[in-house]
T-cell receptor, first 112, second 113 residues
Framework: GAGVSQTPSNKVTEKGKYVELRCDPI?????LYWYRQSLGQGPEFLIY????????DSGLPNDRFFAVRPEGSVSTLKIQRTERGDSAVYLC??????????FGEGSRLTVL | GENVEQHPSTLSVQEGDSAVIKCTYS??????FPWYKQELGKRPQLIID?????GEKKDQRIAVTLNKTAKHFSLHITETQPEDSAVYFC????????????FGSGTRLQVQP
């Protein structure tokens, strides 16, 4: 596609529920990143994929968070047993090589 | 890991004035420093970047300077316009270890017409 696509754009869920957020990167971009942005803050690194493998998942806050990229293109961020503190905008970005990231519009998650 | 600090958190200028935003980073291995502009409810978009082998880069009304010794870099916007109003983020990247951008906390720039 022309840009990084993220779905859903908005997700409201109840505490304790399971959530999946999807990212479709720019075609041909091998690197894919997930960031989380809270109100008034800069994007916070969660996980980075190079191809199909998670090259660095050290930013995932705890084991309720997991991400996959099975075919080296689309990625899904999965959050189990959501908590109110998980509310944020989840940004996906892709890159052709080291350097410039192209961001999606984000998925705004609200946990009630 | 890398830590990026950004100042000021808010900046208000009159249209036509210059604006300067400053960032410091902690890891001397960082070698790429982009600046992103984020309008309300929109995605961050790259506006300018600099690599560690140069000290300054300019693109029309915006410029970035890098001081590797002091580990700081700055964004300069001249002749500001109301459409420059947004949140600006600096970031640092190294191609060893965690190969991901570490962002500053952002500067909200308000250009008063």
């Amino acid at each position: 596609g022309a840009g990084v696509s993220q779905t859903p754009s908005n997700k409201v869920t109840e505490k304790g529920k399971y959530v999946e957020l999807r990212c479709d990167p720019i075609s041909g971009h091998t690197a894919l990143y997930w960031y989380r942005q809270s109100l008034g803050q800069g994007p916070e690194f969660l996980i980075y994929f190079q191809g199909t493998g998670a090259a660095d998942d050290s930013g995932l806050p705890n084991d309720r968070f997991f991400a996959v990229r099975p075919e080296g293109s689309v990625s899904t961020l999965k959050i189990q047993r959501t908590e109110r503190g998980d509310s944020a905008v989840y940004l996906c970005a892709s890159s052709l090589d080291a350097g410039e990231l192209f961001f999606g519009e984000g998925s705004r998650l609200t946990v009630l | 890991g890398e830590n990026v600090e950004q100042h000021p958190s808010t900046l208000s200028v009159q249209e036509g004035d210059s604006a300067v935003i400053k960032c410091t980073y902690s890891d001397s291995a960082s070698n790429y420093f982009p600046w992103y502009k984020q309008e309300l409810g929109k995605r961050p978009q790259l506006i300018i970047d600099i690599r560690s082998n140069v000290g300054e880069k300019k693109d029309q009304r915006i410029a970035v300077t890098l001081n590797k010794t002091a580990k700081h870099f700055s964004l300069h916007i001249t002749e500001t316009q109301p459409e420059d109003s947004a949140v600006y983020f600096c970031a640092a990247y190294m191609d060893t270890g965690r190969r991901a951008l570490t962002f500053g906390s952002g500067t909200r720039l308000q250009v008063q017409p």
